[in-house]
């Protein structure tokens, strides 16, 4: 079990909503615009589902395309090699569980069928929503990415601005 989050603390812009939608991306589409710290999952019928979400920090930012490699309840986080140089603290692996960074669910992203180690992903840190907070990857509500892996499917493209 995950408690949900008392959404008074989080901003009002960073709740989830639908929204209109204009773009060219096909349904299924998820899009990322870090500077608004908004992803939005294309519907049909020229809507969209916006969640909030945290980016990374400066020197810790990436853009471009890919696709949903796979997905994963629970998952273990293992802190890369260069988070490790600059903090030789971390552990070598957290298992999944309510204290790991990477919280309840993970999509993870993929580029010309390898990892880019970067990923779509829970947090227990929700005060960093609509902040730049993350190592590069994107974070999201719990109860939030639990909607969005439910709903994306493996292959799903991944453009993030």
Not at 68 to 89: D, F, H, I, L
Not at 127 to 134: E, H, L, V, Y
Request: proline share 6%.
């Amino acid at each position: 079990n995950i408690l949900l989050v008392d959404k008074s603390r989080i901003p009002p812009q960073f709740h989830r909503q639908a929204v209109a939608y204009s773009g060219r991306e096909p349904a299924g589409t998820i899009l990322i615009n870090k500077q608004e710290r908004f992803l939005y999952y294309i519907e049909d019928g020229g809507r969209a589902i916006r969640f909030g979400v945290a980016v990374g920090r400066d020197g810790a930012r990436w853009r471009g395309e890919a696709v949903v490699g796979r997905r994963a309840r629970w998952p273990s986080w293992t802190p890369t090699a260069n988070m490790r140089r600059r903090n030789p603290n971390l552990p070598q692996r957290v298992a999944g569980g309510p204290n790991n960074p990477l919280g309840a669910r993970a999509l993870y992203l993929y580029r010309d069928g390898r990892d880019t180690l970067y990923r779509i992903h829970g947090t227990n840190e929700p005060w960093t929503i609509g902040r730049a907070a993350s190592s590069g990857c994107i974070r999201m509500l719990n109860e939030h990415i639990f909607e969005l892996f439910g709903t994306v499917r493996d292959g799903a493209r991944v453009i993030v601005r």
